[in-house]
Structure formats: C-alpha cells, structure tokens
C-alpha cells in the first residue's frame, strides 16, 4: 500500500471535516479529527470489502461506528467514493439534507443508527455471531470512543465476544484519552486495557492511531486470519488532531471553531 497516498488522502479528509464544520458548527470536531487515519485506511487501503453502488450487498464488511457524533469525517470519503452525492457536503444540518450533526442509518455507508453510546459493540456482536452461521468470510469492524468504555453494556458484549470466539469480530479503539468534560482517568481510569481485555480472551494490540503504516499493517493483519478470538485495536490518538485550538484542551470535546478560526486552521494542516 502506497503509504503517501494515504498521508494525503487524511490531509484532505483533516481540510474537509473543518469545512464541514464550518457549515454544520454543531458537528462534534474534535472527536471527529482523532479518528481519521483509521477511516483513511480502511476505506482506501483495500481493509474494507463494500460496494457504493449496492451498500446492501451482502459479501461486504460491515463496519459499526458506535461513536457516531466523532464520525463526521466519513462523510468526504463516503462522498468521494460513490456512496451518495458530493453536493450533499455543502447542505449539512439543512431542512430535508442527507447528512446531519449526528450520522444515522439513512445514509448510505451507515450500517447503524448510534445516539446513545455504548450500544455498537453489542450490536456488532450479535452481528458477528450470525455472520458466522450463515459460514461467510465477511468481517466485523467496530470504531468505539475511549469514553464508551464507562458503559456496562460495552463490558457485556466484550465478555460475550470472548465467550463465543468471534473471530470475525475487531473493535478498534479511538483512545484520545479526553471524554466530554474531562480527562477519560479522572473520570474512571481503565488501564491498563491489555490487561483487561486479554482477560476476555481478546487478542490485543496497541498502536499509534495516526501512524498510517501501523494502523495499515495491524488492520491488514486481523483481516487475513482468524485465530478463534475477537481482537482489539486500542489505538492511541489525539483529540483534535491537528488543529492547535484543540489538541489536548480538556474542552475540546464541545469546542466549536469560528469561521476565522476555521481558515487558518486549514492553512496550518501538514
């Protein structure tokens, strides 16, 4: 894989989640920055199998963002893949538009509707264990915030995935280690999650989550084999990613950025 190509490819979706924000300020950016080398690689690094023009097919992967309010940034690439018309990014949050603050499943792309956090594991899950039925190769991916680790539920379904083997299954974890109001360890501290999910019989990894070549090569590796265990990404990111005004404020998670803000913020992306 032509690393380059995806350096660019996440420079240009940085540029298009700051313009889309500049239309829609409601839109969550900070949380929507931290994850875009993973969408990057899946999309265009040959992880995902789907198909734009038949996003039912049934061969494809499916893919769960279960942090939906940080999801803004799938929008270009979806846009610019085929899966719905590109005018739709200059009408977000409009009266009858497509595309809104929070993504939803009436897009095409969006296997699930994630409002409430927590929940996209388990419904993964229950995905996961009938893809396995039904004998198909096809994989489970699920994209979940550090902060969604608070939740019972999430616990739940990571015992039940461990229990039932579902090697089918890869949560991959935007650990930017800031929920809505706080540091994630002031709030409750988690780590260290190896030990924790190793315990459930995950087979864990950490990495660097904007390192396009570890993200890249980790992906590629869960997909090629099973090894009769769910796994788990926990890829370290930061909140904000790229934009100075948000980087590691504590606050960044409701921050909205000003038009003026917003320019020089694309000028200053590398």
Request: proline content about 3%; hydrophobic content about 40%; aromatic content about 8%.
């Amino acid at each position: 894989m032509d690393n380059l190509f995806l350096k660019e490819k996440a420079l240009w979706v940085r540029k298009e989640t700051l313009n889309i924000h500049g239309i829609a300020p409601g839109t969550r950016l900070a949380s929507s920055l931290s994850d875009v080398e993973i969408f990057v690689v899946l999309y265009y690094g040959g992880i995902l199998k789907f198909d734009p023009k038949n996003v039912n097919w049934e061969g494809r992967d499916r893919f769960i963002i279960s942090k939906g309010h940080g999801a803004i940034s799938l929008y270009p690439i979806l846009a610019d893949l085929g899966f719905f018309d590109k005018n739709e990014l200059t009408r977000i949050s409009q009266p009858e538009a497509l595309l809104g603050d929070i993504p939803d499943s009436r897009i095409p792309g969006f296997e699930t509707t994630n409002g409430a956090l927590g929940h996209g594991l388990g419904v993964a899950c229950g995905m996961a264990l009938a893809l396995k039925k039904k004998k198909s190769d096809s994989k489970i991916f699920v994209l979940m915030g550090d902060g969604e680790l608070c939740e019972g539920a999430v616990w739940e379904a990571i015992m039940f995935a461990g229990q039932r083997k579902l090697d089918n299954l890869s949560l991959i974890i935007d650990n930017n280690k800031i929920s809505m109001l706080d540091y994630c360890q002031n709030i409750i501290d988690l780590e260290p999650l190896e030990d924790k999910f190793s315990v459930f019989k995950w087979q864990v990894k950490r990495i660097d989550g904007h390192n396009i070549a570890e993200v890249y090569e980790s992906l590629k590796k869960i997909k090629e084999g099973g090894n009769g265990q769910p796994n788990v990404l926990i890829a370290d990111t930061v909140k904000g990613k790229g934009v100075c005004q948000l980087e590691n404020d504590v606050l960044c998670h409701i921050k909205s950025l000003k038009k003026d803000e917003i320019i020089e913020a694309i000028k200053n992306l590398r």
